[in-house]
């Protein structure tokens, strides 16, 4: 939930520090957590003690079990940064559970919230622009007014870390006419650039 917490902190600020945290804390909890020959998640890490039964918790109640919430997050970062692996093991975490989640529904809703994202084609959102820029505040405001759930949005500034640079929503993005400048993307294929709020609002529909 952390994880989740910067990817959402980072699309409100824009601060790629953020995501940069939330790549290096994904990179451990699936060192600590998956386990790649059973190809699940475990509910404690592999620094724990020994235990007669290693926990696995996969329904989600009132708070997401752990396992949903890390599918969800390799998810939405596997988009931003390309990564693969994200989402193979977002994949292989979905297929896990689907016997139970075809079954009994009503006690898998955040596991159901990834699989739509995994089978839907999300929306890729990037901004490029400093973040104070009134263009970026008023972009801002318009992707955050709409009802998106598969979506990620990502801001590039004069401030980026050099590792993002790699990443496919930031590859190749800049601003037209030295204006703030969104980008609206599927399968990183993406729409002409939007250099105001209207244009932007059409392409979010």
């Keep these: 939930q952390l994880i989740n917490g910067l990817i959402s902190l980072h699309e409100s600020t824009l601060d790629v520090k953020w995501l940069i945290e939330a790549k290096s804390l994904t990179d451990s909890m699936i060192s ?6 059973q190809r ?3 509910d404690t890490g592999t ?29 939405r970062l596997g988009l931003i ?8 093991i977002a994949k292989a975490g979905i297929e ?11 006690g898998f809703g955040n596991w159901l919230a990834a699989t739509e994202f995994y089978l839907s084609i999300p929306k ?15 972009m801002l405001k318009i992707v955050h007014s709409k009802f ?8 590039k500034t004069s401030d980026s870390f050099k590792e993002t640079m ?29 250099t105001d709020v209207e244009l932007l609002a059409n392409q979010l529909e």
């Design 148 to 155: 998106l759930p598969n979506k990620v949005v990502v801001g």
């Design 81 to 88: 940064t390309g990564n693969r692996q994200y989402e193979n």
């Design 166 to 194: 790699e990443w496919p929503l930031f590859t190749g993005k800049g601003k037209i006419d030295n204006k703030v400048t969104a980008y609206v993307c599927e399968n990183y294929s993406c729409k002409i650039p939007a």
């Design 32 to 37: 600590l957590f998956w386990n790649d020959g």
């Design 47 to 75: 620094d724990h003690e020994k235990l007669l039964i290693r926990p696995r918790d996969v329904f989600d109640n009132a708070v997401p079990c752990g396992s949903s919430t890390a599918v969800g997050v390799l998810l």
């Design 124 to 138: 890729e959102i990037s901004i490029v622009g400093e973040t104070k820029e009134q263009g970026v505040v008023d």
């Design 40 to 42: 699940l998640f475990y």
């Design 96 to 106: 896990s559970i689907a016997t139970w989640v075809a079954s009994h529904p009503l």
